[in-house]
């Protein structure tokens, strides 16, 4: 393959938009109880992390998680399709866990339910092409019996759901589950619904989130070095003495 070839393969890979998907789907992962702060992950590429309810700023396992007690405060990065039958819970009445740490509970106390069914959650200011990881949190630590059994259906509308319970033991006092997703943007805005899985007793329960955490995925290290390098060398190359007048007599002698 001669230069010109090799040089117009590697700008396309490096400089070309990527192609966005037909439709932008988020997979889940398996949720987890809520625990040690390790449960928080950080890829250190924070977007936006919001605790619902909470009155100031708290820092959990390097990532800082934005107290949000209105839907104006999240309207920058999240839109709701209910802004009627929000409520904010300010009291701390979803917790404390004793077997979390402090912060940990400060960005669980809390959070932000409704009782009107499903709702959707939207996901705006997203980069088209760009890897994100988006993780969730329920819980609710009050008293529990087994007839409640509260629990909600992630679901991304295109066949890709989970469902994560408020309380992952099923016994009181105990933290609900997180649980990550990871998409590709196809456009700068991307969304979910949340859908309340009625009580085993039978009573309509409602759609809650106590914090959430958007990280946009780094690409490899390696392979962006590789490419930079590539192209500088390439720019170098151009601009050496000769170097065209070398390119030009290699293509004459091709066709001798």
């Known amino acids: 393959m001669d230069v010109c070839k090799q040089i117009a393969i590697l700008a396309a890979v490096v ?11 988020i997979t889940w992962s398996s ?24 009155s100031s700023n708290t820092t959990v396992n390097g990532v800082t998680f934005t107290g949000a007690s209105s839907l104006g405060s999240v309207s920058s990065n999240l839109t709701f399709s209910d802004t009627v039958g929000d409520t904010f819970d300010t009291a701390g009445d979803f917790g404390p866990a004793g077997s979390l740490s402090t912060n940990y509970n400060d960005i669980l106390n809390n959070g932000l339910y409704w009782t009107s069914g499903t709702i959707t959650v939207t996901l ?23 007839e409640e059994n509260r629990q909600e259906t992630l679901d991304d509308g295109r066949g890709d759901t989970t469902v994560v319970d408020f309380n992952a033991t099923q016994i009181s006092g105990s933290p609900g589950q997180t649980v990550t997703g990871e998409f590709t943007a196809t456009s700068s805005t991307g969304s979910f619904t949340i859908t309340p899985v009625n009580e085993n007793d039978g009573d309509s329960a409602p759609s809650q989130i106590n914090a959430m955490d958007l990280e946009a995925i780094p690409e490899p290290a390696d392979f962006a070095l590789w490419c930079g390098v590539a192209v500088l060398g390439w720019v170098i190359s151009l601009r050496l003495p000769g170097f065209a007048s070398r390119r030009l007599r290699t293509a004459d002698s091709r066709r001798v």
């Open 15 to 25: 400089f070309l938009p990527p192609v966005a998907a037909v439709a932008q789907s």
């Open 31 to 54: 949720p987890v109880a809520i625990g040690a702060d390790s449960t928080v992950l950080d890829n250190g590429s924070a977007d936006w992390a919001y605790a619902f309810g909470a």
């Open 124 to 146: 705006t200011g997203l980069s088209p092409g760009q890897e994100y990881q988006l993780q969730f949190w329920v819980s609710d630590v009050r008293d529990y019996t087994q």
